[in-house]
């Protein structure tokens, strides 16, 4: 593990320039391009060619999370305007739950011009689909990482707290477009198969995907399947340690269903994940199992993985269909329908893939940590990647182009 906490962050760069950030989706999703890395041969695609690319008889992996208008404004009698950004819920915890409060609920949120909020409740007075409400937000006390906890509450028991985000926030997209949201994004900035609200920027990688291209996979009988990871702001954190061991990795909420772990349990094809947050939570998966091999009597809050809990395990022997097998007897026997959890899980090179053969991904940041989890994947294979993108002149990041990187 001390060999990987070593990793300096300056040797995953590389030079983007401003023209090649990709400020706006195109029209048509499928349209993008893509590049397909298959076993160290690039070849030059458009997103629509995606299913003819496909190893015959796998299993897609697609984050079903759905963005919500996370960014509140608030005035002050004074004038000043207040950001509040919210992260995740805390007061109830469950995202469902949170979204259906009819008084009150606190969410973990970080505020943008702080030092004009003192201790007044800020207030908004809204009218949702004919009905007067007082929107209230009083700041609640300070958390780690420059966040704070935030009591929002309202006066009107017809609505709900999903009621207010949907009329009063503003989809957050990514700092590095450089431009306020538009009523644009709130439809380019969704996959077209999201369905569970809960993250605060979106898992990219599905945003090519279209009606057509679905169709042209179960044509080709590629399997679908779905999970949930709530995808939260710590993706943009910036690693601003010279080595990897030095960042503090985020943990990201995902749901599973016992039905698809079943599936995967008894699956002998390749599995591709379709983007980073897919890849990390079948990762995860793999080392849940394995814990419960070695200790099938843990509790259900125990089923998590921190950031370097697969490094500490190194040559671990048991299989994929092993590791899901034991997760599949204890969702059973604990008659469970679904695994609700949490991962912490930094992949950088020197990780093995346990689960997946394959994914599917936008191009990165330079010195950031879906950067360095593509290099797990890929090796120094990335450089070649990304300097043929370059000067092909592919479109990066979240709106930009995509990648098939496939292995086996």
Not at 92 to 99: H, I, K, M, T, V
Not at 217 to 236: M, N, R, S, W
Not at 270 to 282: H, M
Request: one cysteine or more; proline letters at 4%.
């Amino acid at each position: 593990m001390d060999q990987v906490q070593h990793i300096s962050i300056l040797d995953y760069t590389y030079s983007l320039p401003d023209e090649r950030i990709a400020t706006y989706a195109l029209e048509e999703r499928d349209q993008s391009r893509l590049l397909v890395w298959n076993n160290g041969v690039i070849s030059d695609q458009k997103f629509f060619y995606l299913p003819n690319c496909l190893p015959a008889g796998s299993m897609l992996v697609f984050n079903n999370t759905r963005v919500i208008r996370a960014r509140l404004f608030f005035r002050k009698e004074t004038g000043a305007k207040i950001e509040i950004f919210c992260l995740e819920p805390l007061t109830p915890e469950d995202y469902a739950l949170s979204f259906s409060q009819t008084e009150s609920c606190r969410w973990k949120c970080i505020v943008g011009n702080l030092k004009k909020w003192k201790d007044e409740v800020l207030v908004q007075s809204l009218v949702i689909s004919g009905k007067p409400v007082n929107f209230r937000a009083e700041k609640i006390r300070a958390l780690p990482n420059n966040s704070f906890e935030i009591g929002f509450s309202w006066d009107n028991a017809q609505i709900n707290f999903a009621d207010l985000l949907e009329h009063s926030g503003n989809i957050p997209i990514p700092p590095y477009l450089n431009r306020e949201s538009e009523d644009i994004d709130l439809t380019s900035y969704q996959t077209v198969y999201s369905r569970i609200k809960g993250s605060v920027a979106a898992p990219t990688a599905g945003l090519h995907f279209t009606p057509a291209v679905f169709e042209a996979l179960e044509k080709k009988k590629i399997d679908c399947e779905e999970v949930t990871l709530h995808v939260g702001a710590g993706t943009f954190q910036p690693v601003k340690s010279a080595t990897i061991g030095g960042h503090d990795m985020h943990s990201e909420h995902f749901i599973l269903s016992c039905d698809l772990i079943d599936r995967i349990a008894g699956f002998e094809g390749k599995i591709i994940a379709i983007g980073t947050t897919s890849v990390r939570t079948l990762e995860s998966l793999y080392f849940i199992g394995c814990k419960l091999i070695g200790n099938p009597g843990i509790n259900t809050d125990q089923l998590t993985v921190n950031q370097w809990e697969p490094y500490e395990v190194p040559g671990t022997a048991y299989s994929r269909q092993e590791s899901f097998k034991a997760l599949s007897a204890y969702l059973h026997h604990h008659h469970l329908a679904e695994l609700s959890s949490s991962t912490q899980i930094i992949i950088v090179p020197g990780y093995e893939f346990r689960v997946i053969s394959g994914m599917v991904t936008n191009f990165h940041q330079p010195q950031s940590t879906l950067l360095l989890l593509i290099a797990a994947f890929l090796g120094d294979e990335w450089k070649r990647i990304y300097e043929h993108a370059l000067s092909h002149k592919y479109r990066f990041l979240s709106y930009g182009d995509s990648n098939l990187y496939l292995k086996g």
